[in-house]
């Protein structure tokens, strides 16, 4: 593309008043102007036939294929020139609402024998998928009277996957006796569901764990003694839809629990199981398969952060329905939820029913605290009281659901948004402790 620089339209535009004043004062020579403007415009056309063509420029993009939101991410941007090189250049990158540009999307580049580079800085806003689509590269000619653009299509994404650089700090607290320490298997015995051997009854043993009849046999107290299983599937899946992708405390509800998801995700896999990611809203969104090893965190972070935020209606039994038809042996499925009222928790029950039979189920609802500080504040005007009396209507409906879950043999976490991730980890170790799994 080219077309004329702000020098060639201001040099045209001052011409203008001028070959008109020539023309009321010496209408002999009104013909100058025309002239002068022709003349332009033969420079015009002189400029753009000579340097450089935009044949003669390519542009090379590099840059990170995921990024963590918040962190600072740089596209390095690489033109070369084949002849006739300028000796600057313009380059510009599209914008995209996920992310934030600091410095801005154009840069100014010399350039020294035929080639120059710049760097682009990009802040991620959210979790999604960033498409960076064009990059532009424009220079001017000879007599700076034209530019000349070339543009090149990226068709390239960038998937925002939240930034867990602190929950790999949050991770070392949970850190027990039992997790593993790289990649060499090793025995945990004391606890788990698995019997491992017989041994001694000492003190502090588990009076439960004895073995009477072999006690009886050997004429000493016997005691059994269990390591933990391992190996376990964990399925955890996320609710992605409306009432989901409302804000809590200033972040969607989604954000929340893709960030307790990853922490617990993390100390599964740590601690020797296998890990999938499932999401849906009115329809299945993201399936994995199961994963293990702490090397698959990665994958399972980029899976997080491809969740949409969605404006659809969560479809509890096409979800859960699909889901169970692909396990295959007793899993522990973690499910973030939220629910706006009892008729849509009444289809959530309604199909949590058929996994209870074969799994271990554990929902995970963040805390309302904004409902729960409408009920605590002392009104002051009738608004605050109609208010009130809306919102502890609404906790009651949830407490009412929340019980209901409860006694149908679900394990319900209910915590603030900033201890949701903290509570299930606790939970989860606490499930494996037990030998519920």
Request: aromatic residues 6%; hydrophobic residues 50%; glycine residues 6%.
């Amino acid at each position: 593309m080219i077309y004329p620089t702000r020098r060639a339209i201001l040099v045209a535009a001052v011409s203008a008043p001028v070959a008109l004043l020539i023309g009321i004062v010496a209408p002999a020579y009104w013909v100058a102007g025309l002239a002068f403007l022709g003349f332009l415009a033969a420079c015009i056309a002189v400029d753009a036939a000579l340097g450089a063509s935009a044949q003669d420029v390519q542009l090379f993009v590099t840059g990170p294929h995921s990024a963590a939101v918040g962190r600072e991410i740089a596209l390095d941007i690489r033109i070369e020139v084949a002849r006739a090189a300028p000796g600057w250049c313009e380059v510009a990158v599209n914008s995209h609402y996920l992310l934030d540009a600091p410095d801005g999307l154009r840069r100014r580049v010399p350039l020294e024998a035929g080639g120059g580079s710049a760097i682009v800085k990009l802040v991620p806003l959210r979790r999604g998928r960033a498409n960076l689509e064009t990059v532009w590269v424009r220079w001017q000619g000879i007599l700076g009277l034209v530019w000349k653009q070339r543009r090149l299509r990226l068709a390239e994404d960038i998937v925002i996957v939240p930034d867990v650089r602190a929950l790999r700090e949050r991770s070392a607290e949970f850190s027990h006796r039992d997790m593993l320490h790289g990649i060499t298997a090793r025995m945990q015995i004391g606890e788990g569901a698995e019997f491992e051997a017989l041994a001694e009854f000492q003190q502090g043993m588990d009076r439960r764990s004895i073995d009477w009849k072999q006690s009886a046999r050997h004429r000493r107290l016997l005691a059994k003694e269990y390591r933990t299983e391992r190996n376990n599937n964990v399925i955890i899946a996320l609710d992605s839809g409306r009432t989901m992708c409302e804000p809590l405390a200033g972040l969607p509800r989604i954000d929340r629990a893709v960030g307790a998801a990853l922490l617990t995700a993390f100390v599964a896999l740590k601690d020797g199981d296998r890990v999938s990611l499932f999401a849906f809203d009115s329809h299945p969104r993201v399936a994995s398969k199961p994963v293990s090893g702490a090397r698959s965190f990665a994958l399972l972070q980029r899976l997080a952060g491809s969740v949409e935020y969605s404006d659809r209606e969560t479809n509890y039994t096409l979800a859960l329905a699909t889901l169970a038809t692909g396990l295959q042996r007793r899993s522990l499925l973690v499910v973030f939820t939220e629910f706006a009222d009892t008729i849509s928790a009444e289809l959530m029950l309604t199909a949590v029913g058929p996994l209870l039979r074969r799994h271990l189920v554990l929902f995970v609802v963040l805390r309302d605290e904004e409902l729960e500080t409408f009920t605590a504040t002392e009104p002051a005007e009738p608004d605050d009281v109609s208010r009130a009396v809306m919102a502890a209507g609404l906790l009651r409906e949830r407490r009412l659901v929340l019980t209901r879950l409860r006694h149908m043999g679900v394990h319900v976490i209910e915590a603030s948004a900033a201890e949701a991730g903290p509570a299930l980890v606790n939970a989860y170790l606490d499930l494996k402790r037990r030998g519920t799994l």
